[in-house]
């Protein structure tokens, strides 16, 4: 089992940054993903960004140029630097990691982000 604890959400104003951390439990060996993913009222999660244990990174469009993911393994730590913030990335933020190989996931429990215009 793996916990995973989000932190660094709040409110801020359009086009400012912010940094989100998660932190997993336990050190992971095996080759996984990790993931930001959100969903604002009313609407479904979405894919943010996906950093794999050998580096390689993917993007949802409208965040691209703008968001950064990054991971620390000996730390067991992944981040979403998310710059030049709109309205639209107003949601709840959740760290997802994954197990591709054995299809087993595990969910943080969501941080806030609210930008104001």
């Known amino acids: 089992q793996v916990q995973l604890v989000e932190s660094g959400g709040g409110l801020v104003q359009a086009g400012e940054s912010m940094r989100l951390s998660c932190a997993a439990s336990?050190?992971?060996?095996?080759?996984?993903?990790m993931g930001w993913f959100r969903q604002a009222p009313g609407k479904q999660r979405e894919l943010v960004a996906t950093?794999?244990?050998?580096?390689?990174?993917t993007y949802e469009d409208s965040v691209k140029g703008r968001f950064t993911i990054s991971r620390d393994s000996a730390k067991n730590m992944v981040y979403l630097q998310m710059n030049s913030l709109q309205s639209e990335d107003t949601a709840v933020y959740y760290c997802k990691l994954e197990f591709p190989k054995i299809k087993i996931e595990y969910w943080g429990q969501g941080t806030q982000v609210t930008v104001s215009s």
């Open positions: 950093i794999a244990s050998g580096g390689g990174t």
């Open positions: 336990r050190n992971i060996f095996v080759f996984n993903v």
